[in-house]
């Protein structure tokens, strides 16, 4: 099946720093997401990305739809210590068919 | 505002044992979905459902069954437990099609010993 690359794996970053993570594939998607997991909840949606190139923020929070569409990037500015958590990329196999997800990146923000 | 609501939180199963795990929406939604995830891992489709009556495998199906009699509910029926099922579980639920958020519960942790 389709696979989405999430790098990094983990990351640890001093409170105040900027954090970028990306997602990668070798399909093409017409729809990237941006969701975050706190510990011990479900994963929460963060961001929604649907057009080719497209650049939304969301607070400290921006993501950009590759314009391969085979790929996506999350930064965070600024990082504070509740952005402790894990990041996924999702994104729909084709049309109305469920989440692929990204095996996420586990953030830790040392204060 | 409920959302989705998952039943158990926390449980612990000897090996052969059943159980069913409960998800439940009050949104209104047509899609449902499970979930697994494992510990360094992302989330892995377990079944979906486009609406009541309607069911399909996902990715990692096995050991597992599900039934959609109503729009509100999606549970998740381990016949035989297994260690290889011990993993934190989450149902999701979403309105349409594409350009739609997915709204997650809270999960359920399952440990088969």
């Known amino acids: 099946g389709q696979q989405l690359n999430q790098s990094p794996q983990s990351m640890f970053i001093q409170e105040g720093e900027d954090v970028s993570m990306n997602c990668t594939s070798s399909?093409?998607?017409?729809?990237w997401l941006w969701y975050k997991q706190d510990p011990g909840e479900g994963p929460v949606l963060l961001i929604a990305l649907y057009k080719a190139g497209e650049l939304t923020s969301n607070g400290r929070l921006t993501a950009q739809f590759g314009i391969t569409r085979k790929d996506s990037f999350l930064n965070i500015s600024a990082s504070i210590p509740s952005d402790v958590g894990i990041y996924f990329c999702a994104a729909p196999n084709s049309g109305n068919t469920p989440l692929v997800f990204g095996k996420g990146t586990r953030l830790s923000v040392i204060a | 505002n409920a959302g989705v609501t998952q039943t158990p939180k926390f449980r612990i199963l000897k090996i052969g044992q059943s159980m069913t795990l409960q998800c439940a929406q009050d949104m209104n939604h047509n899609y449902m979905y499970w979930y697994r995830q494992d510990p360094g891992m992302g989330l892995k489709l377990i079944y979906y459902s486009v609406g009541a009556g309607i069911t399909d495998k996902g990715e990692v199906p096995n050991g597992y069954n599900v039934s959609r009699s109503t729009t509100e509910d999606f549970p998740l029926r381990l016949e035989l437990a297994a260690p290889s099922q011990t993993s934190v579980y989450f149902c999701a639920s979403k309105y349409g099609q594409i350009n739609t958020e997915a709204f997650f519960g809270q999960g359920t942790r399952l440990t088969v010993v």
């Open positions: 399909s093409i998607f017409n729809t």
